[in-house]
Nanobody, 123 residues
Framework: QVQLVESGGGLVETGGSLRLSCAAS????????MGWFRQAPGKEREFVAA????????YYPRSVKDRFTISRDNAKNTAYLQMNRLTPEDTAVYHC????????????????WGPGTLVTVSS
């Protein structure tokens, strides 16, 4: 089974950008659909983005579409989340997830989760 570790979180001002990385190990990440979730304090987990195995299809909810971009480099076993025009509402712990199925990645049922990286957006 693949293991995931996120990096790239931190403190940024409103309107700024961050790029998160998700390094996969244990199995080739190209076997998996990959995605990102976030959980803000006191709120439910929220789907943020997903990308197909070859990276040719991406999926976003309306809340981040046109601001966030998910990508992957299968040669490096790494997925990325480029976040632009950040607002305080984007403050959350961001988790990378992986699963063989897109539906499970886009719900809360992905089999593999990373520990998360904290993103804080100041106003």
């Amino acid at each position: 089974q693949v293991q995931l570790v996120e990096s790239g979180g931190g403190l940024v001002e409103t309107g700024g950008s961050l790029r998160l990385s998700c390094a996969a190990s244990g199995r080739t990440s190209s076997n998996y659909v990959m995605g990102w979730f976030r959980q803000a304090p006191g709120k439910e987990r929220e789907f943020v983005a997903a990308i197909s195995r070859r990276g040719d299809n991406t999926y976003y909810p309306r809340s981040v579409k046109d601001r966030f971009t998910i990508s992957r480099d299968n040669a490096k076993n790494t997925a990325y989340l480029q976040m632009n025009r950040l607002t305080p509402e984007d403050t959350a712990v961001y988790h990378c997830v992986a699963d063989e199925g897109l539906t499970r990645v886009m719900s809360l049922n992905a089999r593999v989760w990373g520990p998360g990286t904290l993103v804080t957006v100041s106003s």
